[in-house]
């Protein structure tokens, strides 16, 4: 059974943020206590989502991804937060924990890149957690290469660090 991308809609918001929920315990578990990932719940994940959706949805681009008709994953993008008017910003792309390695991740990033070229950007940039080892493998199998940038971020109760990626479209 093939993948299947669309564009988002508001009825969305409440999945997405179940699954952004369930894809963060089940990849940041291994670098991150349960107690951190416990927050915010699942519920709370899809309002942030729809909180989003409502300022961001003019100028952003969510995409899902479902096989069989259910939710599997999602990219989010953006004008880059640096202000940058040539850059893009991969925001995020989750996945169902049991869906890694089928390709959906892939047909989400070549999406998301075709989609930040249309929009005239020259170049994309993400941030990546720097423990994040499979995700930043990922990454560079696509292209991205680390710009040396990184900052602090709370996810619940932890402070990560991310880690700035780009590269040309």
Do not use: K
């Not at 939710?71 to 869906?99: K, M, R, Y």
Request: glycine fraction near 10%; hydrophobic fraction near 40%; charged fraction near 25%.
């Amino acid at each position: 059974m093939t993948v299947t991308l669309r564009p988002a809609t508001g009825d969305d918001l409440m999945a997405v943020g179940a699954l952004h929920q369930r894809s963060r315990v089940a990849t940041y578990s291994s670098f991150l206590s349960a107690e951190a990932l416990a927050d915010p719940t699942p519920e709370a994940m899809g309002h942030y989502w729809a909180e989003r959706w409502h300022w961001e949805r003019a100028t952003h681009r969510m995409i899902v991804a479902e096989r069989a008709g259910a939710l599997v994953g999602f990219s989010h993008l953006g004008p880059d937060d640096e202000d940058d008017p040539v850059t893009g910003l991969l925001n995020a792309i989750h996945l169902d924990p049991g869906e890694q390695g089928r390709g959906t991740g892939r047909a989400l990033m070549v999406d998301a890149l075709d989609a930040m070229r249309a929009r005239g950007w020259r170049r994309a940039a993400l941030w990546v957690l720097a423990d994040n080892a499979n995700a930043r493998a990922f990454y560079e199998r696509g292209g991205w290469t680390p710009t040396g940038d990184e900052r602090d971020e709370a996810i619940g109760s932890a402070q990560t660090r991310q880690l700035r990626y780009t590269r040309p479209l």
